[in-house]
């Protein structure tokens, strides 16, 4: 009974259909919206609290981040072979692909878990201000503490974002993130019993969410009929062959998170060795310009779970349609993004004013506008890289993604940005290195574009062959007819 009325709720929208795409992509927006406000209501609480501390926090949390993602890329890849088995009817498939994430994820937060006692030293070669180091390496340090919830979470969320029941994702975000922001306050300016910490309250905040967010997931999964239709706790073994598989199209998708992440980590730390106030501009305006991308990875996810889902049903095509949908829809939303922040930069920044305005803010707050305009520049060329990105490394194409990120990462903004953080004049520092970061999105962007109209992709996946039959139903749409 549970079965069949699993498959009557499913079978009411039609597969390829602008409803179809927002039903998932809706609560993954809404989720990764919630996640951004929360990245910004952190940062405007350090600012707040200190420019030595917002200074630092990005920084920090961009190379704990960097660390942590390749065991990430791979963690959020088991979307794809959930996505696809589902397509394929595979039920048991989707349960041991869930657990061979889990025990990846229990390998790597182990792991991660030895950088700690390194992170004085390295913070200090790095080279920003004494102050500021010494605050990375604090929250640094706390972050890492965090890694395993994290990584185990993002296993757990597979199972349902990969069955499209991305209603559940949100939910549990919204509970965490509404934790974060109630932690952040009180740990980081004090209330009642409890001491203000600064920045290290900020990273007690992440880490608690972060274990919430676990624990929402099992409670739920031990609670929904789910577990029991799909046989989950049934087929908790350890399966080589699917975990090598796993590793196999899993470890491209976290290097390239890697490579994408350390490219524009290596990009705040050339920053920052430009002076504080580049550095902390350069924070609130990544910050502000999170509001508009950070929401678009929701709908990244779910073009990348119904791209799989076809793959694994041998329909192709359909993918191809639910994907422009997404495009068409994501790029007029960047573009709205684009317009906020070259007409309306002052109402932006307002809650990042501290009660008292210092010289130092007004200076910060004078560049920030300035690369906002470069923010409202590359935001088309973010939807481009987002969704087709997300498209082709549905279907299993991780490997070109990787090496032209790679590519493009570091010919274009890394290696760009250290020249100019080198020879340029002090004036023109600041303005290069965003130049280069923009030329790197547009590119990626566009190069993403050409390799979903090149159409490999279409015969990939990563499953077992025999379980992806082509579906005869399936015939080739005119691309005119992809919007519609």
Known sequence: MEDSALNQHTSTVTPGSLRELTNVAVPLVLSCGSLSIMHVVDRIFLTWWSTDAVAAALPAGMIQWTIMSIAMGKAMYVNTFVAQYEGANQRQRVSESVWQGVYLALIWGGLLLLGVPFAGTFFHWIGHTPEVQTLEAEYFSILC?????????????????????????????????????????????????????????????????????????????????????????????????????????????????????????????????????????T??????????????????????????????????????????????????????????????????LRPYEPDVITEDFLKVKQSTVILLRFAALFSFFDALVVVFGSAIRGAGDTRFCMFFSLLTGWAVMVIPTFLIWMYADADEKLFGSWVACTSYISIMGIGYLIRFQAGRWKEMRVIEDHFAEPNAEDSEQPMQGALT
Request: hydrophobic letters at 60%.
């Open 145 to 281: 503490l965090g890694s395993a919830p994290a990584l185990l979470s993002t296993v757990l969320s597979c199972f349902y974002t990969g069955r499209s029941q991305t209603m559940v994702v949100m939910w549990v975000n919204l509970v965490s993130v509404l934790v974060n922001m109630l932690l952040d306050y009180w740990l980081i300016f004090g209330v009642g019993p409890i001491p203000a910490m600064g920045i290290r309250g900020a990273a007690i905040a992440t880490v608690a969410a972060n274990v919430v967010t676990l624990l929402l997931y099992l409670f739920i999964i031990l609670a929904k009929h789910e577990a029991r239709l799909y046989g989950l706790f049934n087929h908790w073994q350890f399966n080589r062959e699917l975990f090598v598989r796993l590793i196999r199209y899993g470890f491209p998708n976290g290097l390239l998170y890697f490579i994408d992440i350390i490219g524009f980590t290596l990009f705040i730390v050339l920053v920052g060795r430009i002076g504080k106030i580049e550095l902390a501009a």
């Open 283 to 348: 924070t609130i305006a990544f910050n502000l310009n999170s509001l508009a991308f950070v929401p678009m990875m929701g709908v990244g996810t779910a073009v990348m779970t119904l791209v799989g889902k076809r793959i694994g049903e041998g329909r192709p095509q359909l993918a191809v349609r639910t994907t422009w949908k997404a495009f068409a829809a994501s790029a007029a939303y960047m573009l709205l993004f684009a317009v906020i922040y070259i007409g309306f930069p002052d109402f932006l």
